[in-house]
């Protein structure tokens, strides 16, 4: 593996394979919707998207600047493990949010739907992915870190909820639960400490989502 194989844990690429997801809803009193690690099958990191829509032309030539900064949608796929009742915890989170069926609307004693400030402040999904790192001393070693890094998600709801699969006899796929996660923005730990890139930060210097 040539460099690859040095002592020095900075030469160990991170893999796409070691990764943990971690779901659950913010307002559950009984932490019932919080989805287990060993469920996820895979899921996408965030992305993010500065446009360039300021544009000055100047003779015959044009000159760029950065616009607004957007954060892509992330997407994470979970088998539906039957014993913890995935589909019905993913659907949890949809209804926690206030979305009801419109089958028993009879006045307003039966409609039950819930203000953006509420849903983000005490409904909102907490979103964590974390990458695994590698340790970087021997075994057993107390001041050894692995340099994992924990992607969470700001104000993420559930976007889209789809069963990807089509149900056949042929098959013997695993069935999984694919939801579509928007946010507003994410932040970054490395080895559990909050991470700040540039930019992450308030006028005032401090972490944004701290």
């Not at 915890?89 to 953006?116: A, C, H």
């Amino acid at each position: 593996m040539g460099f690859w194989a040095t002592a020095d844990a900075g030469s160990i690429p991170r893999r796409n394979f070691r990764f943990l997801v971690s779901l659950s809803q913010t307002g559950d009193d009984d932490d019932a919707a919080a989805v287990p690690v060993w469920v996820a099958k895979a899921a996408t990191l965030p992305q993010i998207t500065v446009s360039d829509a300021g544009k000055v032309h100047f003779l015959n030539h044009e000159f760029k600047f950065p616009g607004r900064v957007t954060y892509q949608d992330v997407n994470v796929t979970l088998v539906d493990a039957i014993d913890q009742d995935i589909s019905m915890k993913v659907l949890k989170f949809l209804t926690n949010g206030g979305y009801q069926t419109p089958n028993n609307i009879n006045g307003e004693d039966n409609v039950d739907t819930r203000s953006t400030i509420v849903f983000k402040n005490e409904l909102a999904t907490n979103v964590e992915i974390t990458q695994l790192g590698a340790p970087t001393g021997p075994a057993g070693d107390a001041n050894t870190v692995t340099n994992d890094l924990t992607f969470v998600l700001k104000n993420a709801f559930a976007k889209t909820v789809v069963f990807p699969q089509g149900l056949d006899y042929s098959s013997e796929d695993v069935s999984a639960v694919k939801i579509t996660f928007a946010y507003d923005y994410f932040t970054v730990r490395q080895n559990g400490s909050l991470v700040i890139p540039t930019g992450f930060k308030d006028t005032t210097g401090e972490a944004v989502g701290d």
